[in-house]
């Protein structure tokens, strides 16, 4: 059974450093992309960023560029997020997904999708 | 502002048949498939609808989804009160080198 587990809830003053966790288990955790989603306190999902564990090839949104380092460690299965120095802006939920590829090379037909979903972890950030 | 356009919200009767509409572009929509998660509330995003109409093992065949052109929609049949949640859809965008959108989500009610 594919399972994404992610860290606890976090409470953290501004100005602090944080890494959130994401373990994969039940799949080859170096063949699939883990994307990071942020949830605002009632709104909607932003992309945050994506890496392959396999190579740690990273990419981020250009929003979050620059504010989050997106990492992974392979040899126990874990994603990870960090921040440098919180913002009280930065009081979210955040999610890990895992996202399924398929690229057929003939047609240029291609299908993404992230189809697991770790369970999310709240980090609040406040004075 | 998010890159795909849903209504805030929707609302529909036991019963009823209800649907939420997403537009886009030629970048994201209109070049690459449409997924859909739906969200229940306290509770992490769930894969409903992938690749524009396909639907995960053990996802009722209620929901059903379609696409043409820029614009994508999601179909919920013979509502029932556990269908009450956000719904999202989302696509890959070739302009932003590959990066995902999401819609700003619509909350569905079930009066």
């Known amino acids: 059974e594919v399972q994404l587990v992610q860290s606890g809830a976090e409470v953290k003053k501004p100005g602090e450093s944080l890494k959130i966790s994401c373990k994969g288990s039940?799949?080859?955790?170096?063949?699939?992309?883990i994307g990071w989603v942020r949830q605002m306190p009632g709104k909607g999902l932003e992309w945050m960023g994506i890496?392959?564990?396999?190579?740690?090839?990273?990419r981020y949104s250009p929003s979050f560029q620059g504010q989050v380092t997106i990492s992974a460690d392979k040899s126990i299965s874990t994603a990870y997020l960090q921040w440098s120095s919180l913002k009280a802006s930065d009081t979210a939920m955040y999610y890990c997904?895992?996202?399924?590829?398929?690229?057929?090379?003939?047609?240029?037909?291609?299908?993404?999708?992230?189809?697991?979903w770790g369970q999310g972890t709240l980090v609040t950030v406040s004075s | 502002q998010s890159v795909l356009t849903q209504p805030p919200s929707a609302s529909g009767t036991p019963g009823q048949r209800v649907t939420i509409s997403c537009s886009g572009s030629?970048?994201?929509?209109?070049?690459?498939?449409v997924n859909w998660y739906q969200q229940l509330p306290g509770t992490a995003p769930k894969l409903l609808i992938y690749?524009?109409?396909q639907r995960p093992s053990g996802v009722p065949d209620r929901f059903s989804g379609s696409k043409s052109g820029t614009s994508a929609s999601l179909a919920i049949s013979g509502l029932q009160s556990e269908d009450e949640a956000d719904y999202y859809c989302?696509?890959?965008?070739?302009?932003?080198?590959?990066?995902?959108?999401f819609g700003g989500g619509t909350k569905l009610t079930v009066l």
């Open positions: 997904a895992r996202r399924w590829d398929y690229y057929d090379i003939l047609t240029g037909y291609s299908e993404y999708y992230f189809d697991y």
């Open positions: 039940g799949y080859s955790f170096t063949s699939y992309w």
């Open positions: 890496i392959y564990p396999g190579d740690s090839d990273t």
């Open positions: 030629s970048s994201n929509i209109g070049s690459n498939t």
């Open positions: 690749s524009n109409n």
């Open positions: 989302a696509a890959w965008d070739d302009s932003l080198n590959g990066h995902v959108v």
